[in-house]
């Protein structure tokens, strides 16, 4: 039982037991079955309402980071995903090599010139990355709730798009620090979830049929 579910039957089942004193003839005998209940389902419902805010989240960091692709800046990104094209360690290598002395210390120069120059490309990271931060801050508390209630699987099945988004996009931008993308700014358990959901959808594109309806890790 979780510490809000505790701490709002814990004053339920207070404030009926002050009414059983003053008023012991006035309450049945299944009363405190009920206020739990009662209690279960309320708490049950906000966590329902807190997930779908934080898939919320989600979208809207999904959209912010899109957007760079599209927005003021978009030829540095092109750049680097060139460079990602052309590179057998992907975009991951690309990244973690955008550094002072790095493989693609040039491409980091650049990134970091435009960061400074155009007002516009800086603000759209920044963006992104406080709505990354919000949805990973969200995510990490839906799966706490998740364990505490003992509805992890239920909470990973909820989001399993959600975090295949955010991943598919978050391993391919640059991150605040030279060498990092965005994906390493999260923290360490929405991290962990998201790459599994990356995986999970990695592995299901590449056991789809080449015949019939075709699937897209996008």
């Known amino acids: 039982m979780g510490a809000a579910l505790v701490g709002g039957f814990s004053r339920l089942a207070g404030a009926l037991a002050t009414k059983l004193e003053a008023e012991p003839g006035k309450l049945s005998p299944g009363w405190l079955d009920r206020a739990r209940e009662k209690s279960q389902r309320h708490d049950a419902a906000q966590a329902e309402k807190n997930m ?5 989240l989600g979208s809207e960091a999904v959209e912010a980071m ?29 990244l973690s090599e955008m550094k002072p002395g790095g493989k693609y210390a040039s491409l980091h120069g650049q990134f970091e010139a435009e960061k400074q120059n155009n007002q516009a490309f800086a603000s759209s990271l920044e963006n992104a990355a406080s709505k990354l931060d919000a949805y990973g801050k969200g995510r990490e508390a839906a799966q706490k709730l998740g364990e505490t209630m003992s509805t992890s699987t239920r909470v ?34 929405t991290k962990e979830l998201v790459k599994k959901a990356v995986e999970t959808l990695a592995r299901l594109f590449r056991a789809a049929p080449s015949s019939g309806p075709t699937m897209s890790p996008g």
């Open 52 to 56: 779908d805010h934080t898939a919320h």
């Open 156 to 189: 990973e099945q909820r989001f399993a798009q959600i975090d295949a988004q955010i991943g598919k996009e978050a391993e391919s931008l640059p991150g605040s620090n030279p060498g990092t993308s965005m994906m390493e700014e999260l923290g360490e358990k």
């Open 66 to 94: 899109q957007a760079l692709r599209q927005g003021p800046g978009s030829s540095i990104l092109a750049a680097i995903a060139e460079a990602a094209a052309s590179d057998p360690g992907g975009m991951s290598a690309v």
